[in-house]
């Protein structure tokens, strides 16, 4: 009976393609592709390449400023809804409250 195991060589990966996780031409496209699109996505929210440290400053500072702009906003609605449900809470309360005999 004959080994059904067949000589198949296997392909040697040299170190540079192991290490890259794939042809460096390959894995060299697929990070400037990647680069691009972070690229994109950090323009979108402010970010400078050349002043990173500003850029991240500015960056928390307009969350922490958006974050205290949605309280002002809440309040002002709360404020303006507060002019029109309360009165009409307060004459419904009074209208329907039981009357001494």
């Known amino acids: ?15 540079l393609s192991r290490f890259l996780g794939g ?10 592709l990647l680069s691009i699109l972070v690229g994109v ?3 979108a929210i402010g970010f400078d390449p050349w002043n ?3 850029s991240i400053r ?3 500072q307009w969350v922490y400023d958006l974050g205290f702009d949605a ?4 309040w002002r609605y709360f404020l303006l809804g507060a002019v029109i449900v ?12 039981p009357r001494g005999r």
Do not use: C, H, K
């Open 86 to 97: 309360v009165p009409i809470w307060l004459i419904s309360r009074m209208f329907s409250a």
């Open 71 to 74: 309280i002002n906003g809440l």
């Open 58 to 60: 500015r960056l928390f």
């Open 23 to 32: 042809s460096p031409l390959a894995v060299l496209g697929r990070l400037i």
């Open 41 to 43: 996505v950090l323009a």
């Open 52 to 54: 990173i440290v500003t």
């Open 1 to 15: 009976m004959q080994n059904d195991v067949r000589d198949v060589p296997v392909r040697q990966q040299d170190g």
